[in-house]
Each structure stands twice: as structure tokens, then as C-alpha cells.
């Protein structure tokens, strides 16, 4: 802003200057003329004053007068003239001055321009990439992570995952998922109804009853989601879409609908550079 404003008030001192140079420059011209006319008048009366064959008259007085006085006149005249253009010459090198800072700010503004619209796209670009780093965790932390939380269906509070070179950790610690969407976990609801309509007609295999029973217990009274083993096991199963479409899809939008709050907060990662040495932590952010 402060290179829009300096560039503006040098805008408006150069058309400033513009103007009043030729407000000079026409001053200058008419100088110019008058002192042509007034040099005709002088030639004139030297002409008439030469073919005068009557002397001592008023008329030859009148003629050597303007004759005589000219010189004068033309030194004023001169001097009237050379004002307006040292007028000239100064408005015009304050102008040169003034188009040399612009050119200097303008040149300045661009590459200031330039640097902001850098610092905008890399911090949009990092934004975008710790965005997609944050999806692509949660991810990994519904599809991966949770249902290893369950023991002997028991939710455990921590689980650890150790590089086989036995340098690197992973600490998962999760203590509760919430249902954070409440339209999507509603869409989930509608196609698991719909999965019970469609089975509870029908005779059903020991697999598809294990799974009719197993989905019946991710519900309290059919209107919620009941957070703990049962629907992180449901979540972490690869269903077919085929022969599943309705609770596949549920899977779905109960993905997109739960969260595990300040997610950041409950993984620590740690790596150490032998195996004997000491776990130390390592900077999430």
C-alpha cells in the first residue's frame, strides 16, 4: 500500500508539472511572437524612415524614436522570453527527476508484488500439504490403527508400533471417537435400515448373520452410533460393495463422519540412532 500511495502522489506532482510546463511553454511562444511582430514594426519604420523625402517632420521623429527604442524593447523582450524558458528547462528536469522515482518505486512495487504473491503461493501450497498430511492420518489412524485398539474386544487406550530395525516408533493413544457430522451418520443409518430390511426376510448364512448381529450392536435403539469395539471393527472391515452395497456405504459415511478429537495430540513419534540407545522424540509440528 505504501508503494500504491507514493506512486499515486508522484502521479499527481508530474501531471502537475506537465501542466504548468505548458502553461510556460505557451507564454514562451507568445513571447516569441510578439517580439517577431514588434521586430516587422522596427524593419518597417527603418524602410519607411529610408524613403522619407520630407525631413524634420513629425512623422521622421515619430519613425527614429521606434527606430532607437528598439534595442531596448528587444532586450525586454529577449529577457521576457529566456524567463519562460528557464521555466522550461526547470519543469522539465523536475520531471525527469520525478519519472526516475517513479520508475524506481514502480520497479520496487513489482518486485515487492512479486515477493507477496510468493510468500501467498508457498503458504497456500504448505497449507494444502499439511491439509492433505492431516487427511491422509486420519485415514490411516480408522482404517489401520483403530481397529488394532481392540484385544479380545477390549478397547485399549495405546498401541505401539515398532520399524523392524527396531530405530523407529510410532505411539497411537486414542481415547475416544465422536461422530462430529450428524447428516452423514444419518445417511449411514438409512442404508444399514436398509440392510436389515433386506436380510431380516430372508434365511442368511453364518457369515452374513454374524455380520447382521455384529451391525446391530453399533446401534443404541437404532437412532445412534454406539462408539467403541464393535463399530471400530465394523469400520475395519473390507466389505464387498457388491454383495454389501448398503453397509458398504455406510462404512462410507461413517468414515467421513467421525474424528478422533486433536487427533495430533494422541500420536507421539520417537527414533533413536541404535538400538540400544535411548527413545527421543521427534517434532510433530
Excluded at 529577449?78 to 527527476?97: A, G, H
Amino acid at each position: 500500500m505504501k508503494f500504491k500511495t507514493k506512486i499515486a502522489e508522484l502521479g499527481r506532482l508530474i501531471a502537475k508539472n506537465k501542466r504548468e510546463r505548458e502553461k510556460a511553454a505557451g507564454k514562451e511562444e507568445r513571447s516569441r511572437k510578439k517580439w517577431t511582430l514588434e521586430y516587422g514594426k522596427h524593419l518597417s519604420a527603418a524602410e519607411d524612415l529610408a524613403k522619407i523625402k520630407i525631413h524634420n517632420t513629425a512623422k521622421e521623429k515619430a519613425l527614429k524614436e521606434k527606430i532607437l527604442s528598439w534595442p531596448q524593447r528587444s532586450r525586454e523582450l529577449t529577457k521576457n522570453r529566456d524567463i519562460f524558458r528557464s521555466k522550461i528547462r526547470s519543469i522539465e528536469e523536475t520531471l525527469i527527476q520525478l519519472g526516475l522515482e517513479l520508475a524506481r518505486l514502480t520497479e520496487q512495487e513489482n518486485g515487492e508484488v512479486g515477493a507477496i504473491d510468493e510468500i501467498v503461493t508457498q503458504v497456500f501450497a504448505l497449507n494444502g500439504t499439511v491439509v492433505r498430511a492431516a487427511a491422509d492420518l486420519g485415514e490411516c489412524l480408522k482404517r489401520h490403527v483403530f481397529p488394532r485398539l481392540i484385544t479380545d474386544d477390549k478397547l485399549c487406550s495405546q498401541v505401539s508400533f515398532t520399524s523392524s530395525n527396531g530405530l523407529r516408533r510410532v505411539v497411537a493413544m486414542v481415547n475416544t471417537m465422536t461422530i462430529v457430522q450428524g447428516d452423514l451418520a444419518n445417511l449411514a443409518k438409512l442404508e444399514i435400515e436398509k440392510f436389515f430390511l433386506k436380510f431380516q426376510a430372508t434365511a442368511m448364512d453364518p457369515n452374513t448373520k454374524a455380520l447382521f448381529e455384529l451391525t446391530k450392536q453399533i446401534l443404541i435403539e437404532k437412532t445412534n452410533f454406539k462408539v467403541g469395539p464393535d463399530l471400530y471393527r465394523f469400520l475395519g472391515m473390507d466389505l464387498d460393495e457388491e454383495v454389501f452395497p448398503e453397509l458398504s456405504l455406510a462404512q462410507l459415511y461413517l468414515r467421513q463422519s467421525i474424528r478422533s478429537e486433536k487427533t495430533n495430540s494422541y500420536i507421539r513419534i520417537y527414533e533413536r540412532d541404535r538400538f540400544t540407545d535411548k527413545w527421543r522424540v521427534v517434532p510433530q509440528s
